[in-house]
């Protein structure tokens, strides 16, 4: 009798959890369908932003190849157009370098106002001066070529065209 009474009660108990779970299966599927679709829309814009990128980077290297061009036709060599690239790669480098040893320098320098301390800390920008000072001489020849169609500034032992030397910052 026990068991009967019981019976009634466990039923609808029984019939609530199943209802819960069942709600639950069907909130869980819909998460899961939502968190596939937001992927499938996230891959997408990842495949979107790849190709814009490629387009980019394909119309980078057309007008660049169409620059080259117009600089071969200008009577620049693709040799010259080289080294003038490399030349603002390390310039940019050194400036870079100079900027991290500076910020050391200026952080040693305030830590400690030994004399010792300012003296070493003087020797480094002594080095980016240098490489300063020579870029300071080509900068000043390549202002007063940009002034001048001929050629005018030489490196390594090459005259380079002024429309190089036009475009040096």
Known sequence: MAGAKNAGPTSASAIRIR????????????YVESMER??????KKGVEATLEMQQAARTVALENG??????????????DVEAFL???RHRDAAHALSTVRLSADERST???ASPSSSSSSSSP???????????SSSSSSSSSSSTST????????????AVLTSFCP
């Open 19 to 30: 209802e819960n779970q069942r709600r639950s299966r069907a909130r869980r599927k819909e």
């Open 66 to 79: 169409r620059l080259r061009l117009m600089l071969a036709h200008m009577g620049a060599a693709a040799s």
């Open 38 to 43: 937001r992927i499938q829309e996230y891959e």
């Open 86 to 88: 490399d030349q603002l």
């Open 110 to 112: 305030s830590s400690s």
């Open 150 to 161: 001929s050629t005018s500034l030489t490196t390594c032992g090459r005259v380079r065209p």
């Open 125 to 135: 920008p002594s080095s980016s001066s240098s490489s300063s000072s020579s870029s």
